[in-house]
Nanobody, 121 residues
Framework: QVQLVESGGGLVQAGGSLRLSCAAS????????MAWYRQAPGKQRELVAH???????NYADSVKGRFTISKDNAKNTVYLQMDSLKPEDTAVYHC???????????????WGQGTQVTVSS
């Protein structure tokens, strides 16, 4: 079994910063990709940032230049550094990962439980 556990959410004023962490644990052969999604009340879940095993990153236009995704392979952990936060960044942020649990098998998709980020104006 694989678990994704997020941490680092909270309440911050507009213009402030937060750093989210997501640690993967369990039976892991290879982490293929990791990503952060968010879902605001009444809205669909949207991709915020994505990082491949090779370190290639991709961002939603709304967070480019403000958010940075990174990873620590040794710790099976992905981070989301969020700077210049805006009230519209308020949402539940979910970690997502595509993980291969055994050699020769295809990857499976896993989700964390989510962490609340609230940005006050």
């Amino acid at each position: 079994q694989v678990q994704l556990v997020e941490s680092g959410g909270g309440l911050v004023q507009a213009g402030g910063s937060l750093r989210l962490s997501c640690a993967a644990s369990g039976t892991i052969f290879r982490i293929n990709t990791m990503a952060w999604y968010r879902q605001a009340p009444g809205k669909q879940r949207e991709l915020v940032a994505h990082i491949t095993s090779g370190g290639t990153t991709n961002y939603a236009d709304s967070v480019k230049g403000r958010f940075t995704i990174s990873k620590d392979n040794a710790k099976n952990t992905v981070y989301l550094q969020m700077d210049s936060l805006k009230p519209e960044d308020t949402a539940v942020y979910h970690c997502n990962a595509d993980i291969t649990i055994r050699w020769g098998r295809s990857g499976n998709n896993y989700w964390g439980q989510g962490t609340q980020v609230t940005v006050s104006s």
